[in-house]
Nanobody
Framework: QVQLVESGGGLVQAGGSLRLSCAAS????????MAWYRQAPGKQRESVAL???????NYATSVKGRVTISRDNAKNTVYLQMNSLKPEDTAVYYC??????????WGQGTQVTVSS
């Protein structure tokens, strides 16, 4: 069994910063890509950022330049540093991990609320 546990969400004023973390635990040989998604009320879940096992990254246009994804392979953990937050960044943020030979897993989500 594999679990992903997110932390770091909360309430922040516009222009502020938050750092999300997501730790994977369980029987894990290797994690391929890891990613962050978000879902705002009434909207579809959308990709925010992705990082491969080699460290290559990709960002949604809406967050590029304000967000940095990183990972610690020794800790099976992915991070999302978010700066210059805007009210439109308000959403539930989910982490995703592609576990080698196990498939894809989602975290339970963490709420990020940005007040104007």
């Amino acid at each position: 069994q594999v679990q992903l546990v997110e932390s770091g969400g909360g309430l922040v004023q516009a222009g502020g910063s938050l750092r999300l973390s997501c730790a994977a635990s369980g029987t894990i040989f290797r994690i391929n890509a890891m990613a962050w998604y978000r879902q705002a009320p009434g909207k579809q879940r959308e990709s925010v950022a992705l990082i491969t096992s080699a460290g290559a990254t990709n960002y949604a246009t809406s967050v590029k330049g304000r967000v940095t994804i990183s990972r610690d392979n020794a800790k099976n953990t992915v991070y999302l540093q978010m700066n210059s937050l805007k009210p439109e960044d308000t959403a539930v943020y989910y982490c995703y991990a592609d576990i080698s030979s196990r498939g894809g897993y989602w975290g339970q989500g963490t709420q990020v609320t940005v007040s104007s």
